[in-house]
């Protein structure tokens, strides 16, 4: 089936630790995101990707990396500069299209990542 | 980005219609979208509206558009009990980079029998 895939689906670090949260997509899309999930806070975007070996800042990268080697692959790094980093973390996936297009976004089940 | 704007809750009665609100803030977005997340899990399409519709009706989902004040809605009819979850507006951003989700804090709909 197709789909997005995110793993694991909670993950535990400890303070200043880097951790790595993986999304695979079989969709064959182009562009891929990743958000942020605070609670009252809903979501923010951290990174995108609208092709393989380009990524763009979102409205809160600090703190944060990624890499597009891959068409199906957009991991997230968490590094220890992220002051904040236990939440709810959401990667999705939609085609790359002219704007004027209906790019539905498909999101994977989230990886809740809490550091002790 | 800016604030997208809708209601934390939201609690109804089963059987009755849900109206969730939303403001956004891009006078720009080709499509604004309704997503629905249940406890621990990824978001949902629900449905999308593109910008030049007033309204969109699907089953017992309505999508109401008054792109003259930003303000978006959605109803919900006869909602079941199977309707809680939380439901995020999302606006299309569109800049020289590309494309992205601008997405509100969401509304939780809680519905009691």
């Known amino acids: 089936d197709g789909g997005i895939t995110q793993s694991p689906k909670y993950l535990f670090r400890k303070e200043g630790q880097n951790v790595t949260l993986s999304c695979e997509q079989n969709l064959n899309h182009d562009a891929m995101y990743w958000y942020r999930q605070d609670p009252g806070q809903g979501l923010r975007l951290i990174y995108y990707s609208q092709i393989v070996n380009d990524f763009q800042k979102g409205d809160i990268a600090e703190g944060y990396s990624v890499s597009r080697e891959k068409k199906e692959s957009f991991p997230l790094t968490v590094t220890s500069a992220q002051k904040n980093p236990t939440a709810f973390y959401l990667c999705?996936?939609?085609?790359?299209?002219?704007?004027?297009?209906?790019?539905?976004?498909?999101f994977g089940q989230g990886t809740r990542l809490t550091v002790v | 980005g800016e604030d997208v704007e809708q209601s934390l809750f939201l609690s109804v009665r089963e059987g009755d219609s849900s109206v969730i609100n939303c403001t956004y803030t891009d006078s720009s977005s080709t499509y604004l979208y309704w997503y629905k997340q249940e406890p621990g899990a990824g978001l949902q399409l629900l449905t999308y509206?593109?910008?030049?519709?007033d309204m969109k009706q699907d089953q017992r989902l309505t999508v109401l558009l008054n792109k003259k004040d930003k303000h978006l809605s959605l109803r919900i009819a006869d909602t079941q009990t199977g309707d809680s979850a939380i439901y995020f507006c999302a606006e299309s951003v569109d800049s020289n980079s590309g494309y992205a989700l601008n997405f509100g804090k969401g509304t939780s709909l809680l519905v009691t029998p």
């Open positions: 509206i593109f910008s030049n519709m």
């Open positions: 999705a996936s939609s085609e790359q299209g002219p704007s004027f297009m209906n790019t539905e976004a498909f």
